[in-house]
């Protein structure tokens, strides 16, 4: 199950508190004052993790609460300290204040933390309280609590292409080709209904690898929450590159296909609509007379077109090298292993 948003509740443990406590031991007489401090709180923390790759279960367990720190004891000794407890999350996952919506953390690498409810410290015992005229104080600090809040987590997924287009535009089919992903193919309507993730071999300039979103299709309305809504649109925010797949071989307007995935767009995000993007003609080897039309308006509108066909093949190979060369342009190479490097936009 894709689960990509989640609300979670977050305690972290209350500091442990100081003691009143005086050295009583043979030999001493008036030993004075010697009760020891209250060991902090355990912080929540939430690490990036590739062990996890979506936010399932964080929906089954609600409520993160930390232990308390230990109080102090005699011969000023320290309390313990309570563990963090550490919750692993999907890379890309964003963190906000359920109440407000505001932005505390963007989980973007591999092994990235935060803490999002810190641990209260421990108090101090009575021996910080002793003076030349007080010399056998009986007070001692209580711990300080630790911080709770309500948590909205987001998965945005981290992919260098993003794929859109109208239910039946052919996006699981090309990833399919593309990768080893295998997304549901069938002759319906949304048959995607949640997001796939898929890598792309690439041997271009640097011998390197891209990876493909596959998103559920939009239709007319989807900004008001017709067909599967525009829930899924966030995963695209992270993509260097989107690209319209537009069926041809269907008897709709191509053009038209593609005008109301652009004003879909604009309408959740005008950033969306402002990314470079690409457009493909599918299913080419079927096509009626929307190719060539969709080709002219490509051509008017001075946008890089490709016509494909993932069932035959046709069109596929220039395809992955204009989108390999365009990723290439917009993000930084990373070299993850001695000969396989890893294109970045993140």
Request: aromatic share 6%; with cysteine.
């Amino acid at each position: 199950m894709f689960i990509d948003e989640v609300k979670i509740y977050v305690k972290a443990g209350d500091g442990g508190d100081g003691v009143v406590r005086f050295r009583r031991e043979k030999y001493v007489p008036r030993g004075g004052p010697d009760g020891g401090d209250g060991g902090h709180g355990g912080d929540v923390v939430l690490l990036a993790s590739t062990e996890v790759s979506t936010l399932l279960d964080l929906r089954y367990q609600q409520h993160y609460i930390v232990k308390p720190g230990g109080p102090g004891a005699g011969s000023r000794s320290f309390g313990h300290r309570s563990p963090d407890w550490v919750i692993p999350v999907p890379v890309g996952t964003v963190v906000r204040v359920w109440e407000t919506g505001e932005m505390i953390g963007d989980l973007a690498a591999v092994g990235q933390r935060l803490i999002v409810a810190k641990g209260g410290s421990g108090g101090r015992g009575n021996h910080h309280f002793k003076s030349p005229t007080r010399q056998a104080p009986r007070i001692a600090e209580p711990g300080m609590p630790g911080e709770a809040r309500w948590l909205r987590l987001e998965l945005k997924l981290l992919a260098d292409v993003g794929l859109v287009g109208l239910p039946n535009a052919g996006k699981s089919t090309l990833i399919s080709t593309l990768s080893a992903a295998r997304p549901k193919v069938a002759d319906y309507p949304f048959t995607t209904l949640v997001p796939h993730l898929g890598v792309v071999a690439w041997s271009g300039r640097y011998g390197s690898h891209f990876t493909v979103a596959d998103l559920p299709g939009l239709i007319d309305g989807a900004h008001k929450g017709r067909g599967l809504g525009i829930r899924f649109l966030k995963h695209l925010e992270r993509c260097a590159l989107l690209l319209h797949m537009v069926d041809v071989a269907s008897d709709d307007d191509p053009v038209q296909a593609f005008e109301t995935i652009r004003r879909e767009l604009a309408a959740y995000a005008g950033a969306l609509a402002d990314k470079p993007f690409l457009v493909a003609a599918t299913k080419v080897d079927a096509a009626g007379a929307g190719l060539p039309r969709l080709k002219r308006y490509c051509r008017r509108k001075n946008i890089p077109f490709h016509a494909i066909s993932s069932a035959a093949g046709t069109g596929i190979q220039p395809l992955v090298n204009e989108l390999g060369r365009r990723v290439i342009d917009s993000c930084a190479p990373v070299v993850s292993g001695p000969s396989t490097p890893r294109i970045t936009c993140h």
